[in-house]
């Protein structure tokens, strides 16, 4: 069990993620939520179907102390990528696209953090960060068993998301193109339908249309470049809000898409750009390092929040030896990986994927950090749960704040009690 002694509210936070069963979330109340933002048309028993661990039937807690140190660190982060030598270095690597720089600062982002012993400790930042537009609706199904509970609980997080996720989307179409809204976005992702997360595409398709804005989720195969615009059939596509995990956008079937980003034909948000300077695993060696953040002239106050990082290494074939000898307490990710897969706990291991691990060239070995505990009733008993906490941002702004539930070395949306789950702030 986590103990923060700088926080005062650490031990009833630990308390009530120990033992705490007063507040349910309701999956029906939930799906209800979804069923009336994105209106009629929808099978929802459909939407349903193979998501039965989406969702989980309980909060998770947090403090105040908590949350104010989690967003010390985002804007630490945010801070190191506007340096010049910070640019210099992650560009140095990254794809060609990602060098353009139209201004935009990239549609929710995600730091991932878990609650370490003295204090939050950021695991890793990911770009298109998912499930933003499920847990607004999520803070909205908590169901409290009285009303002295209700008021620890508080008002929901996810009040104003739909609003600021709108402004942000509106603001990033005008750091490219000046004034204006786009007429047609795309929500771009390979097979849509066939996504976990297909639910939130549909809540972000129903936010632009209920302001006017029309909206396609769309596979990037229906997808084609004129030399001009993006078209999706006969319609011009202005924005292009990207869900794929091909963060370069260089596979030959994204050609079209990246195609007119390069010629500025189209708004694609996240880019490229953002996942080298911001959500490239590898920059986790720069942040854990303060002595590369000194040289690189980050100010001290973001350089003292970002003691939060573990400390990070190349994997390199040189040190091959070494990091096996210490992989138990070792974390192992590829560079450019999403949905945890790849990733490998250390002391799990085995020799024929270190080998596949030491071949790649791509990896980074993190100091395991063991995330907090959060117990879930599973039939009539509670059980642990891992958890890890996300804030989802937008240019170093808390959009919203969740969890996820889970149990196994990485989060998984399959565990009996887990899934994504509201965070309650206390103190």
Known sequence: ????????????????????????????????EVASAVGGGVDLARLKSGRDHLVSPSPAFITRTDLARMQAVVAAVES????????????????????????????????????????????????????????ALLARAQVACCPEVERVAGPPMGAGFEAAALAMFLDEWRAQRGDGAPRLVAIVDDAPQDQYLYPEFLLAKALFETHGIAAEIVDPAALAFDGAALRLGERTVDLVYNRLVDFALDAPRLSPLADAYAAGAVVVTPAPRHHALLADKRNLVWLSDPQALQAMGLAPQHAAALAAV???????????AALWAARAGLFFKPAAGHAAKRVYRGDKLTRRVWDEILASGDYIAQAFCPPTVRDVMVGDAPEARKMDVRLYTYAGRTLLVAARLYAGQTTNFRTPGGGFSPVIVIG
Request: with cysteine.
């Open 1 to 32: 069990m986590a103990f923060d002694h700088d926080d005062p509210d650490a031990a009833l936070r630990d308390q009530l993620n120990a033992g705490c069963f007063c507040i349910d979330v309701s999956r029906e109340a939930f799906w209800a």
């Open 80 to 135: 190191a990528a506007t340096l010049p030598g910070w640019r210099d270095a992650a560009l140095a690597e990254a794809p060609p696209l990602a060098r353009l720089d139209f201004g935009t600062r990239g549609a929710l982002m995600g730091y991932d953090f878990h609650l370490g012993d003295d204090g939050p400790r950021l695991i890793e930042v990911n770009t298109n960060a998912g499930g933003a537009f499920l847990n």
């Open 310 to 320: 573990p400390r990070t290494r190349r994997v390199e074939a040189a040190d091959g």
